[in-house]
């Protein structure tokens, strides 16, 4: 049962390696096609290979995305050479973002310098189905943005989780002294850890869904709109190119074509199950946000991870 539930977990670390490898190939063959050196984005590949190996079915993963990669090179590379080359030269720098997203506060997977010393950036999805993640927002961007935390729900979450393990036995009892990092380490070890992680994150994540909605609709709409922006990357230092591949379809299209959507009335409004909302425009939705833990109800950081709607451009 261990195993499984190890498996289980790796899911999303194995989400993480699929899109980073993603990614990378992209840049390689980028790269390739300009004629730029890719001597550091193959030692970022093999050891995106290697990762995903570990992982239940690693080499049919890998496989997938590197099929999409070769779907999307040709759509991408035509977009580039007809539209920027032309007004910024041909691409002398071609540079994989990657993990290092939030440091730069940008949603931007790859980054690619032009003769002209202009920067656009590409913004990458890769999915079997559906619109993929548009941003996760953190405790930090949740106050800066929509002025709320969840200090004190999640102190007391904590609390009531720690009595709860106490009173499971000596081994719940031991960990229940530990700190947040060694409990959250042992719930698939002690699959009651789960249970009670979820028992009590559950309303954590439908207050923060409660919070989020009252404090978005008090919002002036300057600052309605800032957080949108930041969501979809509008008015970032760079032009932004968002590439999705979901299946074999690609799908291409600049931030600045987001404008258009946003020049409405907005308001969040809560979804029926109390664990998400939705911005709309006009009282149509454009956005998702689903209220979540990073890793595990209730044992983790809190975080809200938003979705597209729908093809909005």
Known sequence: MA?????????KKSSRSKADLFEVLLAINLCKYYGLNTDLLEKERISLDVEL????????????????????????????????VPKFGKPVGIQWVGREWQARKSISDIDIKFKSNITIGI??????TGMGTQKNLGTESLKRFLDFNLTKEI???WQKIRVDLAK???????????NRTVIRKNKYKHPPIQEIGKKYGGFVQKRGVEKSVKSFNELSRNRKLNFIEYILGIGE???LLNVRVTGTTPHLYWNESFNKLIRGKLAAKMEKNGKGYYITVDEEPILRIQ?????????????ER????????
């Open 3 to 11: 195993n499984i539930l190890t498996l289980q977990d790796s899911k």
């Open 155 to 157: 102190k007391n979450m």
């Open 291 to 303: 209220a979540n833990f990073t890793n595990g109800i209730g044992l983790s950081a809190f975080c």
């Open 237 to 239: 230092s760079k032009p």
């Open 168 to 178: 499971r036995g000596r081994i719940l009892r031991k960990l229940s002294k530990e």
């Open 53 to 84: 190996s570990k992982y239940l079915n690693g080499d049919k993963r890998s496989d997938e995305q590197k099929l999409r990669g070769d779907i999307l090179l040709p759509v991408l590379i035509l977009e580039i050479d007809k539209n920027l």
């Open 306 to 313: 938003v979705f597209l709607v729908k093809e909005l451009c």
């Open 123 to 128: 913004s990458l999805k890769s999915t079997r």
